[in-house]
């Protein structure tokens, strides 16, 4: 049974950083990605923030590029997300996700772990 547990939420004040992490356990993929969603408050929709392939190569959302760092470690059964500058607008709850690769789309993943909420204050 695939288990993500995420951790590393907290609150902040902008300009700040923080690192989120998330373990993953009991995957049955030989071969998966990693991803990090967020859902802000009020909205329905969650979206991607970055990923990470099994083989290393990684994916972006535009607006944390050069501010976000997605890596793993090399079993692939922690996936970490550095986040630098901090903003408000990057007040959500933070999700790890993982399917067999980077796809954009949230209903693509069959994995999810249970979130952990960052709060960034003005």
């Known amino acids: 049974q695939v288990r993500l547990v995420e951790s590393g939420g907290t609150s902040v004040q902008a300009g700040g950083s923080l690192i989120l992490s998330c373990t993953v356990s009991?995957?049955?993929?030989?071969?998966?990605?990693l991803a990090w969603f967020r859902q802000a408050p009020g909205k329905e929709e969650r979206e991607r923030v970055a990923?990470?392939?099994?083989?290393?190569?990684?994916e972006y959302r535009d607006s944390v590029k050069g501010r976000f760092t997605v890596s793993k470690d090399s079993a692939g059964n922690q996936l970490f997300l550095q986040m630098n500058s901090l903003q408000p607008e990057d007040t959500a709850m933070y999700y790890c996700?993982?399917?067999?690769?980077?796809?954009?789309?949230?209903?693509?993943?069959?994995?999810w772990g249970q979130g952990t909420q960052v709060n960034v204050s003005s």
């Open positions: 996700a993982s399917d067999a690769l980077c796809w954009i789309l949230p209903d693509k993943y069959n994995f």
């Open positions: 990923c990470i392939e099994h083989d290393g190569n990684t």
């Open positions: 009991g995957h049955t993929y030989s071969r998966y990605s």
